[in-house]
């Protein structure tokens, strides 16, 4: 008998992770890997936070927290969900999950029946195809250029529409492109959708302060939305708490039940310190990580300005998130120091091997054209891995 199911043959690796760890192996090797691959901030939980946690475990949160989340925290993202998108929930609507990324798996495996379809605009976060795949699902990618931005358009969405249509899951600010939808654009994907009102939305913002523009905008904030709409978000981004694992829901309450049921049986109530440290994160005023966002921008503008120095390197202009996802197709087809570039994938490892340059594969995201680089680093190894790749492709 087969050892391993069909359902993990099947998954792809995680593309983010993968390369993470090969970073890791490459540098225990001695190799000087600068790594741009992970998207995760390279900045210290703030004090305050690390405080709430100190405080946490002398006063003894060792116990099981309710499956869903403590009470007082769910108040916490009942408060930040009114404060920062307007949006108003009742703690039934609300499930804390060990990271945003637990929280997906929950939503698609409380909703997605075999066959159904989910449309995500391409690209998209990485494990968004997997994780619905795995629930036996169908990813419905709409590709998007840089001439939209990486945006769906409404007629996209419309197009893309089909009697099996069960969802739509999308990020802004998006990972992997920076790109953020504004209000009308928002209203433009709603009014195609409230033509189809069986079609729900996951809407991925956590990303949601990691934002150069200003005015994050929740798609769940339209009342013909609202009912419809599961919006996903986390502290790993914005207080700089990727390794504390706590995500959360804010959506309907059939669903949010359906989720803690599931959750119930998999894995019970997140990290009970991490759960008590997000309280204060979350109530604190966003401009007390605004120093985080401020460094994301100058770092934005630099890797820009350097990339647009290389011939071949298209991009558009992330106004949030910290990715840049670079057109790099100029290059398929050339062999560089005896290595033939085919795809994004073979470029990417070419500038692992070449550059000592950590990347990610575009077609992981659902776009070969291209290759993400994530520029949570500091401005030094931004400036040395772009001379590294210049270097490396003349
Ligand atoms: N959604 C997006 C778009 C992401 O980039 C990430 C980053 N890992 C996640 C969800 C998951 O975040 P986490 O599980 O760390 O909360
Ligand atoms: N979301 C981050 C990224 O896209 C972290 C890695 C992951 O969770 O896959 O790089």
């Given amino acids: 008998m087969q050892l391993l199911s069909d359902r993990i043959l099947n998954m792809a690796t995680s593309a983010t992770l993968a390369m993470a760890a090969k970073a890791r192996e490459l540098r225990t090797e001695g190799k000087d890997i ?42 916490a993202i009942i408060t930040k969900f009114k404060r920062d998108n307007n949006l108003t929930y009742t703690p039934t609507q609300i499930v804390v999950s060990t990271g945003a990324k637990q929280s997906l798996a929950n939503v698609a495996a409380v909703m997605v029946n075999k066959g159904d379809e989910v449309i995500m605009p391409c690209p998209y976060w990485v494990s968004y195809a997997d ?11 709409v590709p998007t250029t840089i001439a939209t931005d990486f945006k769906m358009t409404p007629e996209q969405l419309e197009a893309a529409i089909t009697p099996k249509t069960k969802m739509i899951w999308f990020s802004s600010p998006c990972n992997p492109s920076g790109s953020i939808y504004s209000k009308e654009e928002l209203r433009g994907l709603a009014d195609v959708l409230v033509k189809y009102p069986d079609i729900y939305v996951v809407s991925d913002e956590i990303y949601e302060h990691i934002n150069y523009v200003g005015g994050h905008e929740s798609i769940a904030q339209f009342e013909d939305m609202y009912d419809r709409t599961i919006t996903v978000n986390g502290v790993s981004k914005a207080f700089a708490m990727t390794g504390w694992r706590i995500g959360y829901i804010g959506g309907p309450e059939k669903i949010a039940r359906a989720c803690n049921k599931m959750q119930g049986q998999i894995t019970s109530g997140a990290n009970c310190i991490a759960q008590r440290a997000t309280i204060t994160a979350l109530n604190a005023e966003p401009s007390k990580v605004k120093y985080m966002i401020d460094e994301f921008k100058v770092r934005r503008d630099l890797i ?27 290059f398929f087809g050339k062999t560089l120091r005896g290595k033939t570039i085919n795809n994004a994938s073979d470029f990417s490892m070419y500038l692992l091997e070449e550059a000592l340059v950590a990347t990610v594969d575009g077609g992981a995201f659902g776009n070969p054209d291209c290759i993400r680089i994530s520029y949570a680093a500091s401005q030094e190894q931004i400036i040395e891995a772009i001379k590294r790749i210049k270097e490396a492709l003349s």
Avoid: C, M, R
Wanted: glycine share 8%; no cysteine; hydrophobic share 35%.
């Fill in 34 to 75: 600068i790594g741009l691959s992970l998207g995760e901030p390279d900045f210290n939980t703030p004090d305050f936070i690390k405080d709430a946690a100190i405080q946490a475990i002398n006063d003894n949160y060792n116990s099981y927290s309710p499956v869903d989340g403590y009470a007082d925290l769910k108040q």
């Fill in 131 to 141: 994780i619905v795949k795995l629930n036996e699902g169908i990813p419905v990618e």
């Fill in 304 to 330: 820009l300005s350097l990339l647009n120095e290389i011939e071949g390197f298209k991009t558009n202009t992330p106004e949030g998130a910290f990715y840049v996802f670079p057109n790099i197709s100029h």
